[in-house]
Structure formats: structure tokens, C-alpha cells
């Protein structure tokens, strides 16, 4: 800001991008002889004081781009209502089964985790889309971690109970100060809990924790599954899958959402293993807003 103003508010939109908290703009420049081209600007995270912007002339790529993107956004909306629809009967049909049918309350279950991970795969799908577009922006408040740990939990206890998981929380009282977004960090936890659950073994352990570390807020997830044979920022690349796991289920957008969301709040993954388990840090950095 210059004088407490954002420098050309309405005519820099690379700028203002960066105020919106995306990553991704998008600006229509006048080539020689007067036609319009589209550059793509991807911006990184500004670090010791720097801001580099990248700029790409794609005039068929974007155009691409826009179409997929248009198509997979309404393919995603039409399918949320009856997945709802589902969702809900689902529910009651499992609140009719006795526990003593327990062959239909399985099946009841089954159902369940499979509709809700079919929710999770098209929110993912309709998240990457703003993600691409530069349309995700961070809504800055101070965040309530034990509700978005609860939260977080609520939404994958299914799929958990379904391969006889465990879900352990490690909160400190009082937890760590932490200034974002909370729909985003829950996003965030969803995935990498989901992610967990995927590869942990069967009637394993997930440990859900946070730890104020160096200025910095640490929220992580462990599991006792094979881990990554490949880089944590490969690993978190738009549709990737793991090698060791090419039977698994799963879009590969999981961990790239993770990482989008953590650049836009400053923040960094890493992906550890050690003694066998598997921990997914998410560090960002501590403090309430101002």
C-alpha cells in the first residue's frame, strides 16, 4: 500500500490478486495490431521481502483450460443434489437397521462411506477448479482449532469406522493462536485425514495433532501406512498418485488442494516418515489477526 491505498486498485487486477489472497491471474494484454491476448501471472508467497511473478502467454491453453474447467464445475453441481438426496436417506435407512442385522448395517455402512467419499471427490474437483481460475480467496479470522479439529474428525469418522481406525487427538489447552481461513483448514485436515485412512492398515491408529513451534503453528497427521517414495511436492502435484499404492482409490487432487491452501495462508507441507508411521505437517505461521 502507498499512503495507506492499494496501489491502482480496479486497473492492476496482477496486483489486486495478490490482496484477494490468490496465487493466479489472470490479464488480457493488447498484442501488435490490436489483439487481445490472455497472460497467465502465477504469483509465489512473498518471502524475505520479495514477490516474484511469472507471466505466460496461453491464448490456447487457457482457452482449454476455461472450457475443461467450465465442464468438470457443472458436471460437479449437478451431481452434489442427488448425492445429498442420497446422504440423507442413507442415514435414516441406518438409523431403521437393527444392530442385531449386522450383515445390513455393514451394508448400510458401506453405502454411507462410499457416498461420502464421492462427496469429498467432487467438492476436491470444484476446489481445484477455483484453485485454477486464481478464484480461492482466504477469509483471515482467528481460528477456533478445537471446533475445526472436531469437525474435521466428524467428517471421516465413517470412512475411519469402516477399516476399524482409530482417531486419536493431540490438542494442546489451550491450543495454538492461529489467524486463516477455517472452512479452508478444515478442508485442509479432511483431506489429509482421508489420505490417513486410505493408506493406514486396517485397524490402525490416525493421530490428529497441533504444536506452536518457532512462530509457527504446526497442525499434522500421522498414520502407519508406506509413506511417499517420492518428493512431498511431487507427491502433492495435481492428480498425482503415489507408485507404491497404483490400486488405491482417489482423484490425486487431495494433497495439491492441501498445498494450494497452505500457500495462500503462507504456509508449507512436508511429509515425514519415521519409525513407521507416516506424518503430513501443515506449518503456518502463528498469531491472531490483526
Known sequence: PVDGARPCDDACPILHARFRGASRAVEVV???????????????????????????????????????????????????????????SLELLRERVSEADPQGLDL???????????????????????????QLAIRRVEVDLEEVFEDAVAMTRALAGRRRQRLEIELPHPP???????????QLLVNLLSNASKYGPEGS?????????????????????????????????????????PRQEGSGLGLWICRSILERHGGELEVTRT???????????????A
Open 205 to 245: 491408529a490416525l493421530r490428529l495433532g497441533a504444536a506452536e513451534r518457532d512462530g509457527r503453528v504446526e497442525l499434522w497427521v500421522e498414520d502407519e501406512g508406506p509413506g511417499f517414495a517420492e518428493p512431498a511436492a511431487r507427491a502433492a502435484a495435481r492428480f498425482r498418485r503415489g507408485p507404491s499404492e
Open 275 to 289: 519409525e513407521g508411521r507416516t506424518r503430513v505437517t501443515a506449518r503456518l505461521p502463528a498469531g491472531r489477526p
Open 108 to 134: 448400510v455402512l458401506a453405502l454411507e462411506a462410499g457416498t461420502s467419499r464421492l462427496r469429498r471427490l467432487i467438492d476436491n474437483l470444484l476446489e481445484s477448479v477455483r484453485i485454477e481460475s486464481g
Open 176 to 186: 495454538p493462536a492461529l489467524s486463516g481461513d477455517p472452512q479452508r483448514l478444515g
Open 30 to 88: 493488447e498484442a501488435a495490431g490490436g489483439a487481445a491476448r490472455p497472460v497467465v501471472v502465477s504469483a509465489s508467497a512473498p518471502a524475505d521481502g520479495l514477490q516474484v511473478l511469472i507471466l505466460r502467454e496461453e491464448t490456447q491453453v487457457e482457452a482449454a483450460r476455461r472450457a475443461r474447467d467450465s465442464a468438470v464445475a457443472d458436471l460437479a453441481h449437478e451431481l452434489q443434489t442427488p448425492l445429498a438426496a442420497q446422504g440423507a
